[in-house]
């Protein structure tokens, strides 16, 4: 495993182990709100700096969109403007490395979209799972989908010397999954 895969598996773990990343607003660090334009403000660390949860430095920097997330992350990035039955939506990124949003439902099921730099799987997801297959999406990427054979978990693919991933906690049928890449491009 890669230096690269190990900070990216490490900082899940912290992240996971601790909770939800706070994405941070523009009137100050705020988490991300649903359809309305309500937020709570929470205290985060600076932008330039490194999240510790638990001891464990979480390498994830709480973003308040995509330009911010590309700015970081070093190249441009387009997500999803909104994931079905997920209505919660924050940026985060790793400096140089990797861009995240993450849109939660309302029981905590969550569906990240990654962009990273270099080719290698960026996913975080190392479980085997019962089906894996490629499909050719419209843009002209080869797309891996894992899952058990009805759902899809996680699907990865690359273009244009980066790494992309989309992974769905409780699962997203393929066709919901290939519109999400198609959008992330």
Not at 46 to 74: I, M, R, Y
Not at 99 to 109: E, F, R, W
Request: hydrophobic letters at 40%; charged letters at 15%; proline letters at 3%.
């Amino acid at each position: 495993m890669s230096y690269a895969h190990k900070a990216i598996a490490a900082a899940l773990t912290a992240a996971l182990g601790a909770g939800s990343l706070v994405a941070c607003g523009a009137s100050g660090n705020q988490p991300a709100s649903t359809a309305a334009a309500t937020t709570t403000a929470a205290t985060t660390a600076p932008a330039t700096s490194a999240q510790t949860h638990g001891g464990v430095a979480n390498p994830f920097v709480p973003c308040s969109d995509a330009t911010e997330v590309g700015k970081l992350a070093g190249f441009s990035v387009t997500f999803p403007e909104g994931v079905s039955g997920y209505p919660q939506r924050e940026f985060s990124a790793i400096e140089g490395q990797l861009a995240q949003a993450m849109y939660t439902d309302d029981a905590g099921k969550r569906v990240l979209v990654r962009k990273g730099a270099g080719t290698e799987d960026v996913s975080g997801d190392y479980n085997e799972y019962a089906s894996s297959t490629t499909v050719d999406a419209a843009n002209g990427a080869t797309v891996t989908l894992k899952g058990d054979g009805q759902l899809v978990y996680v699907a990865t693919w690359v273009q244009d010397g980066h790494a992309f991933a989309i992974d769905a906690d409780a699962g997203l049928d393929q066709g919901t999954i290939v519109n999400l890449v198609l959008q992330t491009m």
